[in-house]
């Protein structure tokens, strides 16, 4: 999406979920990155700036939704392609997140909220519970900074 379309289009708000994809490890939990923390937010800030090109919108950022580190280890296409995601690089790219000046709505809290299988198999994917969890914070987040 363009400026010129959320401008033409009137859009109000923006929503950005992304980052997990970019914190895969190769090798081990410890591996390389597929893309370096330096180039994650170097990529999501220009993408906010291509494409909030005035005040009319709101951005909203959307934490990266934690996993679950046993399940990603064991599942077998990620154990077989030698790829990983941690927790720990999950929460780095959520406390730049809340480190800007945007509203950040949080997902940790979903998981909680979602019942005893968050995941589908691969512990990296949210399951449909956890979705609608996810749906209902954002509502609930949104009711909670938007003035009234």
Not at 90 to 114: N, Y
Not at 133 to 145: D, M, P, W
């Amino acid at each position: 999406m363009t400026h010129g379309r959320v401008e033409r289009d009137r859009i109000a708000w923006l929503f950005c979920m992304l980052g997990t994809n970019d914190s895969q490890r190769f090798d081990s939990p410890t591996g390389p990155r597929l893309v370096t923390t330096e180039e994650t937010l170097r990529n999501l800030g220009e993408l906010r700036a291509r494409t909030l090109a005035s005040d009319a919108s709101r951005w909203v950022w959307v934490t990266p939704t934690p996993i679950d580190e046993t399940l990603v280890a064991a599942f077998p296409y990620f154990r077989q392609a030698r790829i990983f995601w941690t927790n720990a690089d999950i929460a780095e790219l959520s406390d730049w997140l809340r480190a800007t000046d945007d509203i950040v709505i949080e997902t940790a809290s979903a998981l909680a909220s979602a019942g005893p299988q968050p995941f589908v198999d691969d512990g990296l994917h949210p399951s449909l519970a956890t979705q609608e969890a996810l749906a209902a914070r954002v509502i609930a987040s949104l009711a909670e900074t938007t003035p009234q």
